[in-house]
């Protein structure tokens, strides 16, 4: 039976949303929480462009895809694991139609070495306005 560490946080990633850590550990086994693209410190959001009371106005999908990228590539740092050992990958999209193959293309780009397993679902909305949001498992 395996003992699930103390929680991991990173001081590079965006602050969680809510009360979860960025990661944990179970055994070999690295589960982070879901991952945007906001910025540490700010509430800037790569890639987004809000209105005043907060709506989306318009949005850069691969602008958002490669700060995701980063902030999963940081937890992993901080965590102890690497890129390299991502083996399952949950895609959240608030725009499949629109979005999907601009996000698999970049995909493509990041995981060209290595590809782990993936899902990609839609859904009407993430907690920030952001249109992406990845949920990553690692080996550590």
């Not at 991991?8 to 969680?16: D, F, G, K, Q």
């Not at 709506?55 to 890129?83: H, K, M, P």
Request: proline share 6%; aromatic share 10%; hydrophobic share 40%.
């Amino acid at each position: 039976m395996y003992k699930m560490s103390d929680p991991i946080e990173s001081s590079r990633a965006p602050e969680p949303v809510g009360l979860y850590p960025h990661a944990r550990r179970v055994g070999d086994l690295l589960f982070l929480s879901g991952v945007g693209p906001r910025e540490r410190g700010t509430k800037k959001i790569p890639g987004v462009e809000l209105n005043h009371a907060g709506e989306i106005v318009s949005y850069d999908i691969e602008t958002q895809c490669r700060s995701v990228f980063q902030n999963v590539r940081y937890i992993l740092e901080d965590a102890g694991s690497a890129w390299e050992k991502i083996v399952d990958v949950t895609v959240f999209l608030t725009n499949m139609k629109d979005d999907f193959a601009a996000y698999n293309k970049i995909y493509a780009e990041y995981f060209a070495d290595n590809r782990p397993c993936r899902t990609t679902v839609e859904i009407s909305s993430l907690p920030t306005p952001i249109a992406v949001e990845l949920k990553v498992i690692a080996t550590i």
